[in-house]
C-alpha cells in the first residue's frame, strides 16, 4: 500500500520569505501522480499543484514549486514570496492512475506579518 | 459556472438513522470521490467511481454506500452502521480531484 509522511506536523514562516514544506511518499509503481492541495479555514481544499511522475521536470505554478526527487520518494514544495493568504493547511496527496489517492497528514503553515 | 456542490453544508443525525449527503458536479467528470477528514487528520477514501453504475470501496468504506445512476451525482449514505459518523466529507471529482465544500455530519 502507498504511504504519504509529511514530516512537519506545523511550520511558521515571515511574510515575504520562503518556506518549503516535507513530504516522502512510499510506492512500489512507476507511474503516478503527486499533488499539494490548501485547506484555508473554509475548509475548502484547493489544488496548488500537480506532478506527473514520469514528468522529470519540476512543477511550478507561479509562486508555488516542487522539488520531485524520484528515486528518493520525496516531494517538497517551496512557498515564495509567502503571503498571509498562504497560511493554511497544506496536505502532500499520491495518486495511482485515476484511483486511489492517499493523503498525508498535513502541514500547518501559519504566514506571520 | 462549472463546479462541484454538496448540501447540506451541515447535517446532524440522530443515533441510528442514515442519512445521505449530495454531490453534483457539472465538470463532465467521469471520476468521483468521498472522503472523510477527522480533526486534525488528512482525508481517508470512502469510496470512488470511474464511470457510470461502477464504484469501488476505499480504505474505509464500512457503514458507507454508494450509488452512481448518473455521472454528474455521487451520493453517500451514511448508514446506522457506521460506528463513528460525526466527521467532515468532502466530495471530489476528476483525476486532479476538484473538491465540493464539504458537509460538516453530526451525530447527536
Known amino acids: 500500500a502507498q504511504t504519504v509522511t509529511q514530516s512537519q506536523p506545523e511550520m511558521s514562516v515571515q511574510e515575504a520569505e520562503t518556506v518549503t514544506l516535507s513530504c516522502t511518499y512510499d510506492?512500489?509503481?512507476?507511474?503516478?501522480?503527486l499533488f499539494w492541495y490548501k485547506q484555508p479555514p473554509s475548509r475548502q481544499m484547493i489544488l496548488v499543484i500537480r506532478q506527473e511522475a514520469y514528468k522529470q521536470q519540476n512543477a511550478t505554478e507561479n509562486r508555488f514549486s516542487v522539488n520531485f526527487q524520484k528515486a528518493a520518494k520525496s516531494f517538497s514544495l517551496k512557498i515564495s514570496d509567502s503571503q498571509l493568504g498562504d497560511t493554511a493547511m497544506y496536505f502532500c496527496?499520491?495518486?495511482?492512475?485515476?484511483?486511489?489517492?492517499?493523503f498525508g497528514a498535513g502541514t500547518r503553515l501559519t504566514v506571520k506579518p | 459556472d462549472g463546479g462541484i456542490t454538496q448540501s447540506p453544508k451541515y447535517l446532524f443525525r440522530k443515533e441510528g438513522q442514515n442519512v445521505t449527503l449530495s454531490c453534483e458536479q457539472n465538470l463532465n467528470h467521469d471520476a468521483m470521490y468521498w472522503y472523510r477528514q477527522d480533526p486534525g487528520q488528512g482525508l481517508r477514501l470512502i469510496y470512488y467511481?470511474?464511470?457510470?453504475?461502477?464504484?469501488q470501496k476505499g480504505d474505509i468504506a464500512e457503514g458507507y454506500s454508494v450509488s452512481r445512476e448518473k455521472k454528474e451525482s455521487f451520493p453517500l449514505t451514511v448508514t446506522s452502521a457506521q460506528k463513528n459518523p460525526t466527521a467532515f466529507y468532502l466530495c471530489?471529482?476528476?483525476?486532479?480531484?476538484?473538491f465540493g465544500p464539504g458537509t460538516r455530519l453530526t451525530v447527536l
Open positions: 496527496a499520491f495518486m495511482k492512475r485515476y484511483n486511489d489517492m492517499r
Open positions: 510506492t512500489s509503481e512507476n507511474n503516478y501522480y
Open positions: 467511481s470511474q464511470i457510470v453504475n461502477d464504484f
Open positions: 471530489a471529482s476528476g483525476v486532479e480531484q476538484f
